[in-house]
């Protein structure tokens, strides 16, 4: 059965006044209507689309790539309050409602919120939420300390910043280990620090288990290379923008904590580029 809110890889049987005409491998045939793709295609032809339902409530594809898919979250925008909840933009011809009942606080137009996309079963409608702990479970921990994890930065707190670990358990962020800037909605990657007796994970930005830098600048750039499988294409002859934009630091902050890595054998300072040694 071809399911809302997910992508698809769909075969074009025919074509209609309407659009076309897709069909899966269980020969079920959905629209995917003129205004939701764009160039030629013929009988035959293999297309990856997202299902929803458009204005009329309809099922249909779209070759749109929406910005959040179903049982995911994503930093989403208020396009419009209405009587019946908030519309979100999440890319496609038609917003995303979150209902008032499902709604943590009173959204505003104009405003950017953490939203979990979530289906309906009785009406089979997708709808928008903003209680996220609700669809975050820390009871059974699928992650190992030390484990690289994807992390969505979802909420600033007293200690740090909340994140999402794996799109499915809640972790923090300390204040005092971060070194770089994060906001809310920015999608990175972290490391299982500590898994607490009561299953509260503690994450950290940068790779566990390397030598700790009396400068944290040094850490920055050794957890950059981390992350880069060891190498960056940036020397002391990078330009300042770049080297910013790369580290958030100075050229000059830079120079002096990639000299005090190759003095102590961490990284080897390449031509084209840092490499780490150990």
């Keep these: 059965m071809i399911e809302l809110g997910k992508q698809y890889r769909l075969n074009v049987l025919r074509q209609t006044n309407d659009g076309l005409i897709l069909v899966d491998d269980q020969k079920e045939e959905i629209l995917l209507p003129t205004n939701e793709f764009s160039g030629n295609f013929k009988i035959g032809d293999s297309l990856n689309v997202f299902i929803y339902r458009d204005q009329n409530e309809k099922k249909i594809a779209t070759t749109v790539i929406p910005k959040i898919w179903l049982h995911e979250f994503a930093l989403l925008q208020v396009a419009s309050i209405t009587k019946v909840g908030a519309f979100l933009n999440w890319g496609l011809n038609k917003d995303l409602l979150i209902p008032f009942s499902e709604q943590q606080q009173e959204l505003k137009e104009g405003r950017w919120y953490i939203v979990y996309l979530d289906i309906d079963e009785t009406t089979d409608r997708l709808f928008g939420s903003t209680y996220i702990e609700r669809q ?121 904590s990639i000299g005090a890595l190759y003095k102590q054998k961490k990284i080897m300072i390449e031509k084209d580029g840092i490499r780490i040694l150990n």
Excluded at 193 to 211: A, H, M, T, V
Excluded at 226 to 235: C, D, Q, W
């Design 136 to 256: 975050l479970q820390n009871i059974h921990i699928t992650v190992k300390e030390g484990e690289k994890v994807d992390l969505l930065v979802y909420q600033k707190t007293d200690l740090g910043y909340s994140v999402i670990v794996n799109n499915e358990h809640k972790g923090l962020v300390f204040e005092n280990e971060i070194f770089t800037t994060i906001n809310i909605g920015d999608f990175i990657k972290g490391y299982v620090k500590k898994i607490r007796e009561d299953n509260k994970l503690d994450i950290s930005l940068q790779p566990i288990g390397y030598k700790k830098f009396i400068d944290v600048n040094s850490s920055i750039i050794y957890s950059k290379l981390y992350e880069s499988n060891g190498y960056l294409a940036v020397t002391d002859k990078s330009s300042p923008e770049e080297i910013k934009s790369l580290f958030g630091l100075s050229k000059k902050a830079f120079k002096k």
